[in-house]
Every structure is written in C-alpha cells, then in structure tokens.
Nanobody, 121 residues
C-alpha cells in the first residue's frame, strides 16, 4: 500500500506564509514527478507546482514568485513553501506523485487526502 500524507495547512492572514509537506510511504520502488494541486469551493482542481526527481520545477502562473516547491528524495517528501499568501489561494491542497511499486510495474498516480489552506483576515 502506498500512502501520501500531507501536513502544514491552516489559517493564515493575507501576506503570511505556510509550508506544506507531503511524505510518501509504503511499498515504493521509485518516485517520478511529485506535485501539488489545489481545489477551491466550486472550482476544478488545478495544478500549483510540480518537481521532477531531478529537481526540475514547474509552476502555475498565479503562484510564480510566491511559492517554491522542493523535494527530499531520500525522505520521499515534497514541500511547498507559500509566501505572500492571498485570499484567492484559499483551497484544499492535494499532494500528487507518480510512483512505481516494483521495477516491473507501471507508473501510477497517487493522491494525498488534502489539507485545507485558508487565507483570511
């Protein structure tokens, strides 16, 4: 069983910062891309940022310059440092990872349970 467990969400004032973490555990052979997505009430889930195993990053235009994604391959953990938060960043943030459980299996998409981020004064 593979699990992605997120932590670090909460309530923060506009202009504040939060750091999300997501740790992968279980029967994992290899992890490719890891990333963060978010879903606000009444909206579709959208990409926030991704990072490859080699460290290449990709960001949504709405978070460029404010959010930073990073990962620790040894710990199988991905982070999202969120600075200069805005009310429109309010959403449930989901961790995502492409994982192979053995050398012979396909890459499969795994999701965390989500963590709430609320930006409000």
């Amino acid at each position: 069983q593979v699990q992605l467990v997120e932590s670090g969400g909460g309530l923060v004032q506009p202009g504040g910062s939060l750091r999300l973490s997501c740790a992968a555990s279980g029967a994992i052979f290899s992890i490719n891309v890891m990333g963060w997505y978010r879903q606000a009430p009444g909206k579709q889930r959208e990409l926030v940022a991704t990072v490859t195993s080699g460290g290449r990053t990709n960001y949504a235009d709405s978070v460029k310059g404010r959010f930073t994604i990073s990962r620790d391959n040894a710990k199988r953990t991905v982070y999202l440092q969120m600075n200069s938060l805005k009310p429109e960043d309010t959403a449930v943030y989901y961790c995502n990872a492409d994982i192979r459980t053995t050398i012979a299996t396909m890459w499969l998409d795994y999701w965390g349970q989500g963590t709430q981020v609320t930006v409000s004064s």
